[in-house]
Nanobody, 120 residues
Framework: EVQLVESGGGSVQVGGSLRLSCTVS????????MSWFRQAPGDECELVSS???????YYDDSVKGRFTISQDSANLTLYLQMNSLKHEDTAVYYC??????????????WGQGTQVTVSS
């Protein structure tokens, strides 16, 4: 069974940092491209960053230079290091395994995500 569990969210001030983690089971990172999505209240689920099986990285323009995606294959954990956080980064963050996605939206497909709140 494929499982993804996000953690690491919290409340931080503008300019602060957080590192999100996504622990997976039921597959290896060699099997699937991985992504981070986020959804703020009233907004659509949006792609933040991804890492392909081949190691290609993608960042949304809004997070380029501030966020870094990485993965630890031995520990089956995907990370999102978030620096210089802004108010607009406030959202619930979800990780996604592209190969095992069969739904309409990745936000909430595997789990409840982890809340990130950035305040002044």
């Amino acid at each position: 069974e494929v499982q993804l569990v996000e953690s690491g969210g919290g409340s931080v001030q503008v300019g602060g940092s957080l590192r999100l983690s996504c622990t997976v089971s039921g597959f290896a990172f060699d099997d699937s491209d991985m992504s981070w999505f986020r959804q703020a209240p009233g907004d659509e689920c949006e792609l933040v960053s991804s890492i392909s099986v081949a190691g290609r990285l993608y960042y949304d323009d809004s997070v380029k230079g501030r966020f870094t995606i990485s993965q630890d294959s031995a520990n089956l954990t995907l990370y999102l290091q978030m620096n210089s956080l802004k108010h607009e980064d406030t959202a619930v963050y979800y990780c996604a395994a592209e190969r095992f996605f069969f739904g309409r939206t990745r936000c909430g497909y595997w789990g409840q995500g982890t809340q990130v709140t950035v305040s002044s």
